[in-house]
């Protein structure tokens, strides 16, 4: 127990790090934001040197119920730096409003997330799972004063807890009919004639997790909550999590249903081209650009999924890359969202508002068109690469006609793309005058993600490719 | 040849100059567009100098294995893209000229936009990697996007929608056949796949999908919509661009994918090129002959000619794709120039309609002289470049099929319908219009403009040698390498008197041959 405790460092070092800013906003008031913000942040920068210290370690800890391996390692460096730049962005957004717990919730969310993609056993699955949401509801409703943010929290909730339900109710099936909650003897069980039990438990344990990566048909809440959310809340809600579902469904069609390939397969299928063509099709008449990056997110983890569906380790080797380059992605388009201020200091977030943006803000414009391309996915911006990869495994995978049915799906996701770049480059200028005032920690987080995602992030593919080998590989 | 990495240095300057665009001002950007088009001009002669004519199939290669990781930056050229790249570095200078005074808002980024484009173009012709080029030919989409978007006409915004996304569902097939290739073949080495046997019924696949693509950038009849549409709407440079160069990527896809990589599928798939072709060459002629709309009338006549260079391509011999590339460089000029005589008058007048002018001879001799000539090319007058081309294609296609070259000649006549009817009522007829009189014949920048492309026309016309001599060899290559799924004729030629001279032996006798052809056909 206590070697095990050695390898859960990450773990540990968010746990006490949340509790001590925690204790630190207790007795020194919301006054000292400054201060909690730094604390999470050296929290998450030491879990993060934790992960990498653990790089290589493949074991198993807890009688088997959590994983220290590098897949679960990939993805949390990816979470804990999403999360980080949310708690980076806050202080301006919120101005006054900021309040200790933000940054506690975070950590404690990450920490959830960590869990999530570490688990290897159902239980702790949903322990992770639910640390995560519950502190995920109560950031979405963080702007207490803000009635689409109430709103925004309680429809989260309420259809959280339905998710949760059914996830739990899989989890239950899968329990009694394989007699185990770990992985490893659930997909033992699996190996064997599949029962309608195993099944109807396959089945409710991906509807459960697909509630969380936001997939067509569980998606309804997405684009509500996105929207009502306070702005640096969404950007972590489009990133993290995402990230940790992701993790969590593969590791669990892998690992724990790998052997019923033939049965999950199809229902990723599904659930891939739904959230693509959906995703698609309801961005179109979207005003508001919180929704429409909803419905872009939703999009995305349909290509994801179809890296999933080819089950193999180049298709989760593909779900990792598209996962990290989604992430600077989403985050680099909220970041811009976030320079977007009228003259009265309100948000702007209404698409017809950003008419002309390239007359006026010329190097936002620039970064936002690098990220609308890059989600579409045309080259020669970095986002083509994960899309290329995803349908590479799938063709390798022989699943040619997801393929071909997938990237057509995508030119209907790149029409309220290049729409964007109509509005900020071939209109008029809006009547919004935007606030000219620059960030320098913001300004050059755009800049970093804009220039990586242009053709620079070529050359990082060697490196990339390598860890998210190291990362794919444990799993098979 | 020297050890400079030219290629590199190609796409290396307008990239350069064109993140320079963005910061130095709009005065200076324009002058900074220019002397890196010209620079880039000079150093792709200096590489076509130093070109081997019949030395290694691929020069100047430029290889960085694991750059990028599971594919390669590789460069390199053979005669077919040399020609091609000094085509666009010939082009791009003019093409700013012709922007110099005309667009007024927003210089620095629409001189970024289009030295974007030459790199593009650049990079297409010059990529030996699958998904490099991939890379290129997709990114050609941004800048162009922007291009109609921003300095277009007046319904600019659908049109830059149209030719965005309609090019993108083409291109996105031709992926999925990419990565079936590299999953098959094990490379993304473009001269490795050229010559790798893919199974018969996989090449048909394949060969559909990238058919898709090729045939929507050509564009072939019936997927050519959106080019009426990208031309009407275009600044007039970014129609000479896109007429000039961008569809040559379409036909260079055909030459270089298509043919050598699928050889079966294209002997098997024929059919459907050479319908496709003849209703190309019928139909959008008869439409161009009634359009109003002076660019529209160039846009379908661009079509018709493309279909000339899909039908001259798919005739698998020597002459008929000698003369299809030929056809290719000298629409190039040609549909080019067109564009930029609609775009001098239609910057003294700020209309397309052919009604509003009338008797341009009295008043601008000098570019109704001009004009002429180009109008001359266009339908192929010997002497002028068109001749060459279309002389050589037909001539190839009759070989594969009289049929396909009875009705592709039809467009020819019909050509010169059209052509000259616009040139009768845009040149000839009274001068009475008031704000017709007013107009000013040619200044300096637009002499600048006509002369090389007048001369490069004239040259192509009379010398055409010195165009297809850097791709013989290659077309010979390609020519042997379609040799065994060829199809049987209709046509029956058998050689003239001379049996020796004969140039039915496809392979190596032909490149002597070739330009006993040639030179006679002057």
């Not at chain 2, 039809?410 to 107009?439: H, N, S």
Request: aromatic share 12%; charged share 10%; glycine share 10%.
């Amino acid at each position: 127990m206590t070697a095990d405790l050695a390898l859960i460092w990450p773990e540990l070092i968010l746990t006490i790090g949340g509790l001590v800013t925690l204790m630190l906003g207790t007795f020194l008031g919301d006054r000292q934001v400054g201060l909690y913000q730094l604390a999470a942040l050296l929290t998450l920068a030491a879990a993060a040197v934790a992960v990498v210290a653990l790089f290589g370690v493949n074991a198993s800890v807890f009688s088997n119920t959590l994983a220290v391996d590098n897949f679960g390692g990939f993805a949390k460096l990816v979470i804990y730096g999403a999360s980080a730049v949310s708690i980076l962005i806050a202080p301006r957004f919120f101005a006054g409003g900021m309040r200790a717990e933000y940054p506690v919730l975070i950590l404690f969310a990450a920490l959830g997330m960590g869990i999530m993609a570490s688990s290897r056993d159902l239980m702790t699955l949903y322990v992770g799972l639910e640390l995560n949401s519950l502190a995920a509801y109560v950031l979405a409703s963080f702007m207490r004063s803000d009635d689409r943010s109430s709103e925004a929290g309680l429809k989260y909730f309420v259809l959280g807890a339905l998710a949760s339900g059914m996830l739990l109710y899989g989890i239950s099936l899968l329990y009694g009919f394989s007699g185990t909650t770990d992985f490893a003897g659930i997909a033992a069980a699996m190996g064997g004639k599949l029962n309608p039990g195993l099944i109807f438990g396959i089945v409710f344990v991906l509807a459960g997790l697909a509630f969380k990566v936001s997939a067509v048909p569980f998606h309804m809440w997405t684009p509500d909550v996105y929207e009502g959310a306070p702005t640096p809340v969404t950007a972590f809600f489009a990133s993290a999590p995402k990230v940790a579902a992701m993790a969590l469904m593969t590791r669990v069609a892998i690992d724990a249903m790998g052997p019923a390939i033939g049965a999950w397969q199809q229902i990723i299928i599904f659930l891939a081209l739904a959230s693509i063509i959906l995703g698609a099709v309801g961005a179109i008449g979207q005003k508001n650009i919180k929704r429409l990056l909803a419905y872009s997110s939703i999009n995305n983890v349909g290509f994801m999924l179809i890296g999933l569906a080819a089950g193999t380790q180049a298709g989760v080797q593909a779900v990792l890359t598209y996962l990290l380059v989604y992430v600077v992605t989403t985050v680099g388009a909220f970041l811009v969202l976030l320079q977007l201020r009228d003259a009265d200091g309100n948000y702007v977030e209404s698409i017809p508002a950003l008419a002309g943006l390239s007359q006026r803000r010329p190097g936002l414009a620039a970064a936002m068109a690098v990220f609308m391309l890059s989600l579409a996915g045309i080259p020669p911006l970095f986002g083509f690469w994960p899309k290329l990869l995803v349908f590479q495994a799938a063709v390798n995978a022989n699943l040619v006609p997801l393929a071909v049915a997938g990237i057509v799906a995508s030119v209907i996701g790149a029409f309220y793309y290049i729409a964007i770049i109509k509005t900020m480059y071939f209109d008029d200028k809006s009547e919004v005058e935007i606030d000219g005032s620059r960030n320098i920690v913001e300004g050059s987080i755009i800049t970093v993600s804009a220039l990586w995602l242009s053709i620079v992030g070529y050359l990082f593919i060697p490196m990339l490719t390598v860890a998210s080998a190291a990362a794919a590989s444990v799993l098979f | 040849m020297s050890g400079l990495p030219f290629l590199s240095l190609l796409l290396a300057i307008p990239a350069v100059a064109a993140i320079a665009c963005l910061y130095v001002g709009e005065r200076n950007a324009k002058f900074v567009a220019l002397g890196a088009s010209l620079l880039n001009l000079v150093l792709s002669l200096v590489m076509w100098s130093q070109f081997e004519i019949g030395g290694a199939q691929w020069q100047f290669q430029e290889l960085h294995k694991g750059l990028f990781g599971p594919f390669d930056y590789a460069l390199g050229i053979d005669g077919l893209a040399l020609l091609l790249i000094v085509l666009s570095t010939f082009l791009m200078p003019l093409c700013i000229l012709a922007s110099w005074e005309s667009i007024t808002k927003r210089v620095g980024l629409y001189m970024a936009m289009f030295l974007a484009m030459e790199v593009v173009m650049i990079g297409v012709f010059a990529a030996q990697d699958l998904l490099l080029f991939y890379i290129f030919f997709e990114a050609g989409l941004i800048p162009m996007y922007f291009i109609i978007g921003i300095w277009g006409g007046a319904n600019r915004k659908y049109a830059a929608f149209k030719f965005f996304l309609y090019t993108l569902l083409g291109s996105v097939l031709m992926l999925i056949a990419m990565i079936a290739m590299i999953a098959e073949a094990g490379t993304t080495d473009i001269p490795t796949l050229m010559s790798y046997n893919f199974p018969v019924e996989m090449q048909t696949w394949l060969w559909l999908a990238f058919f898709a693509s090729l045939a929507v950038k050509m564009p072939m009849w019936p997927v050519h919509t959106w080019l009426p549409d990208a031309h009407v709407q275009a600044p007039t440079a970014g129609s000479m661009i896109l007429a000039g160069v961008l569809l040559k990527m379409g036909g260079y896809g055909f030459v270089r994918f298509m043919m050598p990589m699928f050889p079966d599928a294209s002997a098997q798939l024929m059919w459907i090129v050479f319908a496709l072709s003849m209703v190309a060459v019928v139909y959008t002629s008869l439409v161009a002959l009634v359009q109003s709309d002076m660019k529209k009338l160039i846009a379908y006549s661009s079509v018709a000619h493309m279909a000339i260079v899909t039908a001259g391509l798919f005739a698998f011999n020597q002459q008929g794709i000698e003369g299809a590339m030929i056809v290719m460089l000298s629409h190039g000029v040609v549909s080019a120039a067109l564009f930029f005589c609609v775009g001098v008058i239609y910057d003294r007048l700020h209309t397309r309609e052919i009604d509003r002018y009338g008797g341009l001879a009295v008043n601008m001799p000098a570019y109704a002289l001009f004009f002429m000539l180009f109008t001359m090319a266009s339908i192929g007058l010997p002497g002028t470049s068109g001749f060459v081309g279309e002389f050589l294609s037909i001539a190839g296609i009759y070989e594969a099929s009289s049929w396909v070259a009875f009705v592709c000649t039809t467009g020819i006549i019909l050509g010169a319908a059209y052509m000259l009817y616009l040139y009768r009522r845009i040149v000839f007829g009274e001068l009475t219009k008031d704000d017709v009189k007013a107009m000013p014949d040619l200044n300096p920048r637009e002499w600048a403009i006509m002369v090389p492309l007048a001369a490069v026309a004239l040259w192509m016309g009379v010398y055409p040698e010195s165009f297809l001599a850097p791709m013989r060899g290659d077309v010979t290559t390609v020519v042997a390498r379609l040799a065994p799924a060829k199809p049987a004729s209709d046509a029956h030629v058998s050689a003239g008197k001379p049996k020796a001279a004969a140039d039915h032996g496809e392979g190596h006798e032909a490149p002597a041959g070739e330009a006993h052809h040639a030179g006679g056909s002057q």
